[in-house]
């Protein structure tokens, strides 16, 4: 990271609504600013080409139970038929480290970041409109014409709890997303630390 002020790295969560555009936008900001994407923890089956500890941790009911008595995800939920996590030692690992870390994960575990993490940046990314967001659905092909109907309907309820974001990015054309979404990033990172003082000592040091 090119801060020189001794601050650690940002945690930064994207959520919204399936098919809104989170992973496709992730995908582009990971490479573009060398970012961490934390790789969470699944119930549901690996779908074709999709391998384990690169996508997801694939694993049992049984296993992510124990996981969360353990204590060992930074937040955890059921989405629709499966649950799902994030490993919190990944995460923090990587924040001592100075970097900054991505979570793409759904809006039920953004807002537990936030609560246990307050200085966490939550951006919501939004569909121009529910009818754009049905035809992706059914564009991208990975879900039957029910599962797509189920994501619509949960969509105005995702929506509704934008309010608890700090930054929302309507995903219409792509690289304009991306570019408004690596915007807010660059931003934040230059956001004065509530931990000032390592900041102000390096001046202090030249006198
Ligand atoms: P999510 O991760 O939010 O569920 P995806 O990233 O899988 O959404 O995007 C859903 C579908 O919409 C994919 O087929 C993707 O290629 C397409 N898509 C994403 N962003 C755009 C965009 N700006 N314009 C057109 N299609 C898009
Ligand atoms: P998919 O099964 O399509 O990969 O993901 C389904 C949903 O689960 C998406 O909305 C995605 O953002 C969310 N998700 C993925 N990983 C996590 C996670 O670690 N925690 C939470 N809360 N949601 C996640």
């Known amino acids: 990271m090119r801060d020189s002020f001794g601050r650690g790295g940002k945690l930064f969560v ?3 609504p399936s ?4 992973g496709t936008i992730c995908k582009r900001v990971k490479e573009d600013l060398h970012m961490d994407l934390s790789i969470s923890m699944t119930t549901r089956e690996p779908r074709p080409g999709e391998v384990h500890g690169k996508d997801y941790f694939f694993v049992s009911e049984e296993e992510f139970l124990r996981n969360i008595e353990e204590g060992n995800l930074l937040e955890h939920a059921q989405v629709y038929d499966h649950r799902y996590g994030t490993p919190r030692d990944a995460v923090m690992k990587r924040l001592d480290m100075k970097h900054n ?3 793409e994960i759904d809006i039920q575990g953004g807002l537990q970041v936030k609560r246990s993490m307050p200085e966490s940046v939550l951006i919501f990314i939004l569909p121009p409109s529910l009818k754009v967001l049905r035809e992706r659905l059914t564009g991208r092909g990975t879900d039957a014409p ?3 109907e189920k994501r619509l ?3 105005l309820n995702e929506i509704k709890l ?3 974001y700090d930054y929302y990015v309507v995903n219409d054309e792509l690289d304009r997303a991306v570019s408004l979404t690596e915007s807010i990033i660059r931003a934040e990172e230059s956001r004065v630390p509530s931990k000032i003082m390592p900041l102000i000592r390096k001046y202090e040091e030249e006198e």
């Open 162 to 164: 934008i309010g608890e």
């Open 14 to 16: 994207v959520s919204g």
């Open 146 to 148: 029910d599962v797509v």
């Open 153 to 155: 309907a949960k969509a």
């Open 101 to 103: 870390v991505l979570l």
């Open 19 to 22: 098919g809104a555009g989170k």
